[in-house]
């Protein structure tokens, strides 16, 4: 008697229960309906059918690469989607036409960024001091500013030499490796010689590979990348933020593992030495001049931005790793590229450099390929202001998705989108970037690094495979994971073949 009791009363509760969330359901969606209206001519963007509490989190499980999910709503909805995750409104922008005007046209409309309680505990708490993540500023204009000549440097200019020589030395530096060696498991190798890259070109400091601080310091850095690149349901439902505490801790200790290598080992006294009437000599003495010169830029600031700078070279490595793993599967590109390589320089010849650039078109057109089948998110913007994109109202606040997956993988933008084609950015022999390809958005806060990203792929790339060709050392086949730059730790070992030489 007392089971039937309390069975019925079960069942009581979960019908009200089941009563409350329908009638939520009917509440929010009924909201939706009468939303479609339009307003001062605009028109709301159609929004799916949404769950209570968790709004649309729902619609994009499921997929391999998060984006397809952008994809499929816009077959069903259309071009301008609207979507509640969690707590957070957004709005999903799909196609060229539409990307555009979100990036460049009404550019200074959508120039903020989310605001994710993760990635500000990246930087003390505030979102501000990333260079990536803050919201547009006087202060994100200077600090773009000061990158420039570094991030961007031109042909034929001292830094642009230095930067030749430095990448040159750190390819001398693999292939003794690898000559040791001809097994190597890549990403270790390229991680090191990336991060000797920036701090070189950055901050004027050499590491050896085998100096454990530098070696734990591009590991660090390697993990946060990593993280930062994951999608969690808590950044659109902060109440499940406790169930990363763990981890959340163990990122803090990694980033300050990072600032005390940075402030000890690449640092160290410049601060004090620098002479601020001095021209500098470094992107680290450029910070120290400006904060000795302007008061309102502080050290901390200073100092955050030069760690993400630093942190750059995990993009470039993480890219390279993939860019090698395509190309095991893909001998008739290598051996393209080593044509084009004889051609400039021979086997034997003098070592590769970027300023052999305009003579390899094809390296060129492969390092854009790779690009495009990684497929890597435009990182999301934020609107501020009421605005409005293809005759669609956006309001402000909204957190903004451009689609860039569609861009770079639909069928009616490439031939055989799924294929590893090189050719396709290639005119008349010459390299071309069609219109929709965006890998490094655009407009105000367009990627600061995409130069480096092609110097030191090319320079990398175009340098090992002048003396060697790849193969697989592994028989089971290496999926390579797409839909972003980051890789786990990785096993991928590749197996080198040093290169005969045609007399
Ligand atoms: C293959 C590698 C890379 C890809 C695909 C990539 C892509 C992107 C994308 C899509 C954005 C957002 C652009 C936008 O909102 O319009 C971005 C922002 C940014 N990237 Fe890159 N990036 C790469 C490597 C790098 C490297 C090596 C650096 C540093 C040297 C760098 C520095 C930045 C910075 C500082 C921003 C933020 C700019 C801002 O918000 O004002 N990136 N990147």
Same mark, same amino acid.
């Given at each position: 008697?007392?089971? +039937? ?6 069942? !009581?509760?979960?019908?009200? +229960? ?45 997929? $391999? ?46 120039? /903020? ?16 001091? &990333?260079?990536?993540?803050? @919201? ?39 292939? &003794? ?26 901050? &004027? ?10 070696? #734990?310091?591009?590991?660090?850095? #390697? ?11 808590? #950044? !659109?439902?902060? !109440? ?34 620098? @002479? ?5 000599? $470094? ?30 070279? /995990? ?14 599967? %893909? ?23 970027? &300023? ?10 492969? +390092?854009? %390929? ?19 994109? @293809? ?43 069609? $219109?929709? !390809? ?32 790849? %193969? ?32």
């Amino acid at each position: 008697m007392f089971f +039937i009791t309390l069975y019925s009363q079960l069942s !009581f509760l979960f019908i009200i +229960i089941l009563v409350i969330v329908i009638l939520l359901i009917i509440y929010e969606n009924l909201n939706i309906r009468k939303s479609k209206t339009s307003d001062n001519g605009l028109l709301e963007p159609p929004m799916p059918f949404k769950i209570p509490l968790i709004g649309h989190l729902h619609l994009l499980g499921g997929y $391999d690469v998060p984006y397809k999910a952008f994809s499929e709503l816009g077959k069903k909805y259309g071009n301008i989607i609207k979507l509640q995750l969690g707590n957070v409104k957004c709005v999903v922008i799909n196609d060229q036409k539409n990307i555009r005007e979100a990036l460049i046209t009404k550019g200074h409309h959508f120039d /903020s960024r989310p605001s994710f309680e993760r990635y500000a505990r990246l930087f003390s708490g505030n979102k501000q001091n &990333s260079l990536a993540f803050c @919201d547009w500023s006087d202060v994100q204009k200077t600090r773009r500013e000061m990158l420039i000549m570094y991030t961007f440097p031109r042909a034929a200019t001292n830094k642009f030499h230095n930067l030749e020589t430095i990448i040159q030395n750190n390819v001398q530096s693999m292939v &003794s490796k690898i000559c040791e060696n001809n097994v190597v498991g890549i990403k270790p190798m390229i991680i090191q010689h990336c991060g000797n890259i920036f701090t070189t070109h950055f901050c &004027s400091r050499q590491f050896q590979n085998t100096d454990k601080e530098f070696v #734990d310091m591009v590991n660090n850095f #390697d993990e946060i990348f990593y993280e930062v690149n994951q999608g969690y349901a808590a #950044d !659109f439902l902060p !109440f499940l933020m406790p169930l990363h505490k763990r981890n959340l801790k163990r990122m803090a200790n990694m980033t300050a593992n990072i600032k005390k290598f940075v402030l000890e080992r690449i640092i160290g006294d410049r601060f004090e030495n620098f @002479d601020a009437a001095d021209e500098p000599s $470094d992107y680290v003495e450029s910070l120290i001049q400006h904060v000795k010169k302007v008061k309102s830029f502080d050290w901390e600031m200073a100092l955050f931005a030069l760690e993400d700078i630093i942190g750059g070279h /995990s993009a470039v490595a993480n890219f390279l790793v993939k860019l090698f793993a395509f190309l095991l599967k %893909e001998p008739t590109v290598q051996q393209r590229i080593q044509n084009e390589i004889d051609n400039a320089v021979g086997i034997e010849g003098r070592a590769i450099g970027i &300023s052999d650039r305009n003579k390899l078109p094809y390296t060129e057109a492969t +390092i854009f %390929e790779a690009i495009r089948l990684i497929a890597s998110p435009i990182v999301p913007r934020v609107s501020n202001q009421d605005s409005s994109i @293809d005759g669609y109202k956006i309001e402000q606040d909204t957190l903004i998705f451009l689609n860039n997956y569609d861009l770079s993988m639909s069928e009616k933008l490439w031939d055989e989108p799924k294929k590893f084609l090189p050719e396709r950015f290639l005119k008349n022999g010459s390299l071309v970037k069609p $219109d929709h !390809f965006l890998p490094f958005g655009g407009g105000k806060r367009s990627c600061m690094g995409y130069k480096m990203v092609q110097l030191i792929s090319f320079g990398v790339l175009s340098g090992l495979l002048q003396h060697y060709t790849i %193969e697989p050392f592994e028989t089971k086949e290496y999926k390579i994971p797409i839909g972003s730059l980051a890789l786990p730790r990785d096993p991928l070992q590749i197996k080198f073949t040093k290169r005969a030489v045609s007399l």
